[in-house]
């Protein structure tokens, strides 16, 4: 399909990538010490991930890791989480040791726990015996979302194969007098990366698309990033691939922009958010999301440059410095710049009263990512880890193939959660065509596989953002607390929740599904928020 025809040829420098971290001597290096990093201060019944560093950090392989008390996960590996019921100073111990004994280390790391006054499960959490524990009253649940229906983009092949961008505008379709007001700013077919508007008719629940009634454009579809989609200029051989990303910004009425090349084996940390007027014309841009460069490519537009949506205000003025518009990308992989997993950056690009000059690095906060570890793909030259063992992923169960691409923040009266939506890869991780490993009806082309799929929604408690704010944790560390698969969608396993919008004073997800129809037709779900309807 569209937006995800990738030749054998294409994956070849990505590969040597991984392949080429992993020559070397037979010498055997030996560590002369260990280092624990994670939080030092904690809740009870939350899951805390920490972290092995050696010294060397080239020390050799196979190295031996003891970690005291056994962890929930990843005993004999670098990285674990724990989790405690009671309050109190926790001690943590662990001992490695390489090259047969010849070289050892040993560290104590001590975290304090207390009561959050609730419980919050951070997945993955077994709960012995098959009793769970009550959800949190102040975080949104899946059962707090009412499915409402879908319904299709306007027809015509300019419309199909899309749904990678979509932001919602509440004054947009001031004529139209049913119950769901506004309009969506839409991006076209993954080829062009033209974008135009879109009414909201009524949603109908069918798992039939011939079914669902179809929006009508009220704004032709056009370029709005002014030429900059064909013109990047980072370096001579960057490029956009794609317009990932839209979003309204009433402070400004604008709409702003991500660019994004999904590809992108140079590893190019190139410019990618930009803006517009609402009639689609005035393109300012193109501008990078944090610093550039930056340690341990912690801003890198690998991790930035995808979709987009708002904070609410009260939690930005209170917790991030005003910085409510949220942007992240999950690169395949999560290579080169990359993270395995979704991201989360605030930033605030009108900071200042003056309109940014090109290839300005624009302030921004680091909430949420997860660092690419080779051995959670990778196990050695040539041997892709197929079930990577607990701990050794940051992200629990992460496949190269994981999708993620859209994500709301919904706070009602009583409610708050981060929702992000995408198709998670349930299988081994596997490299190469299906001749090497095996039918995949959802990505029959070369490159990597994970099937069976299932579309997911992730969600995330903010209070974790906070504790990463605060210093109390890594961004690595802060895990959803529930991973939903929704039943309503047309494709079933091999449905991908691509872009969404979010209609705050009505409560209503608007989510694309990209080619839900016979011939790559987007079609758009709706729920709406119970404790808002």
């Known amino acids: 399909a569209a937006g995800n025809q990738k030749a054998t040829a294409e994956f070849v420098p990505l590969l040597n990538v991984y392949y080429n971290r992993w020559q070397g001597g037979a010498t055997c290096t030996p560590l002369t010490g260990v280092t624990i990093s994670g939080p030092t201060t904690g809740y009870t019944n939350t899951a805390y991930a920490f972290h092995a560093s050696l010294t060397p950090s080239d020390a050799s392989p196979t190295i031996t890791y003891t970690w005291d008390p056994a962890p929930d996960a990843g005993q004999m590996s670098a990285s674990v989480t724990y989790t405690w019921a009671t309050t109190g100073t926790k001690i943590i111990t662990l001992a490695a040791e390489n090259c047969g004994g010849s070289g050892s280390g040993m560290d104590t790391h001590t975290i304090t726990i207390q009561a959050r006054g609730n419980y919050r499960v951070y997945l993955p959490l077994i709960l012995r015996n098959d009793v769970a524990a009550p959800p949190p009253s102040d975080l949104v649940q899946p059962g707090d979302l009412t499915y409402l229906g879908a319904f299709a983009y306007p027809a015509g092949d300019e419309w199909a194969y899309s749904g990678h ?16 007001p506004g309009s969506l700013y839409a991006a076209g077919h993954a080829h062009q990366d ?17 079914d669902l009634p179809k929006a009508s454009v009220l704004r032709p579809l056009t370029d709005i990033t002014g030429g900059w989609k064909d013109n990047c200029t980072y370096a001579t051989d960057c490029v956009y691939r794609e317009l990932d990303g839209l979003e309204y910004l009433p402070n400004v009425d604008k709409i702003v922009w991500n660019l994004r090349d999904w590809y992108n084996t140079a590893g190019h940390d190139q410019d990618s958010l930009g803006w517009s007027e609402l009639d689609l014309t005035g393109a300012q841009g193109v501008w990078h999301i944090g610093d550039r460069p930056s340690d341990d490519d912690v801003f890198h537009n690998a991790k930035t440059s995808n979709y987009l949506f708002q ?22 992989a999560g290579a080169l710049g990359g993270s395995q997993g979704p991201t989360l950056y605030a930033l605030a690009p009108w900071e200042g009263g003056d309109e940014p000059t090109s290839g300005q690095n624009l302030d921004a906060l680091a909430l949420l990512y997860y660092t690419e570890v080779v051995e959670c793909v990778w196990e050695a030259e040539g041997d892709i880890n197929e079930n990577p063992a607990p701990g ?5 169960g992460y496949r190269a193939m994981d999708n993620w ?8 009266a009583s409610k708050s959660g981060i929702l992000i939506f995408g198709r998670k890869g349930l299988g081994d991780n596997c490299y190469g065509s299906t001749d090497v490993c095996g039918d995949d009806p959802c ?32 961004p690595w560390e802060v895990l959803p607390y529930e991973a939903y698969s929704p039943a309503v969608v047309l494709g079933g396993e091999c449905a991908i929740l691509g872009a969404t919008a979010y209609d705050r004073e009505h409560g209503f997800i608007y989510v694309a599904e990209r080619e839900a129809g016979l011939f790559g037709e987007t079609v758009v779900h709706v729920w709406q928020v119970e404790s808002e309807k």
Do not use: M
Request: net charge negative; hydrophobic share 35%.
């Open 165 to 180: 961008a979509l932001a919602y505008y509440p004054a947009g379709d001031p004529g139209s007098d049913d119950r769901y």
């Open 194 to 210: 033209l974008v135009g508007e879109i009414s909201i008719p009524e949603p109908v629940i069918s798992d039939t698309f011939d």
């Open 311 to 332: 904070a609410p205000a009260s939690f930005a003025d209170e917790h991030l410095a005003g910085k409510w518009l949220i942007a992240g990308n999950h690169r395949e």
């Open 392 to 396: 050794v992923c940051h992200f629990p």
């Open 405 to 412: 691409e859209g994500g709301v923040w919904v706070e009602t």
């Open 443 to 474: 990505a029959p082309s070369s490159g990597y596989h994970a099937y069976p799929y299932e579309p997911q929604i992730l969600f995330y408690d903010p209070e974790g953002l906070k504790e990463v704010l605060a210093d109390a944790r890594e």
